[in-house]
């Protein structure tokens, strides 16, 4: 079973990991992040100063996965121009979790029980690089819908909705 929790300051060192894993430069932070990089960027929103969810997925008690969510109309440029709605973002950092069903069961149980409730709304969107055909496929066995392609920094994209 799955189960989320906030995302917490002492969180950032396992933060700064995950973001230098291969698979979450790939298509997430291309970018490398030091510890006082991760700090400044997500400690607003654990403080709450930021209006955006952060969570931590559990699976048999072991961290494995982060996501947010956020109302498009407070990150206009995060949903290409959505402004009903929220926006999810997510990954699975550690490597051993790749490749078991868990992405898909981890944005499922967050979109519907915590992330739209949360916000109460009835619409999700998603974005995923048009390469990033395993996360592609998990938003649409979710039930996310293509909505338009777009372009964000340089890399084709896709935006999906899911509608409950």
Known sequence: MITFRPLAAADFPLLTSWLAQPHVRRFVQKSPMTLED????????????????CHVARSDGADFGYLQAYLNRDWPDAA???????????????????????????????????????????????????????ALACSKAVGFMPVREFVEDGEPMLLLKLGV
């Not at 959505?82 to 950092?93: A, P, Q």
């Not at 868990?102 to 995923?128: E, N």
């Open 80 to 134: 290409d121009g959505e402004t009903e709605g929220i926006s999810v973002d997510l990954y699975i950092g550690e490597p051993a979790f790749l490749r078991r069903g868990l992405g898909r069961a981890m944005l499922d149980a967050y979109v519907r029980s915590l992330a739209l409730p949360h916000f109460a709304q009835t619409t999700a969107y998603i974005a995923h690089e048009l390469a990033n055909t395993a």
């Open 38 to 53: 991760v700090a400044a960027k997500y400690g607003p929103r654990v403080q709450g100063e930021q209006p955006i969810i």
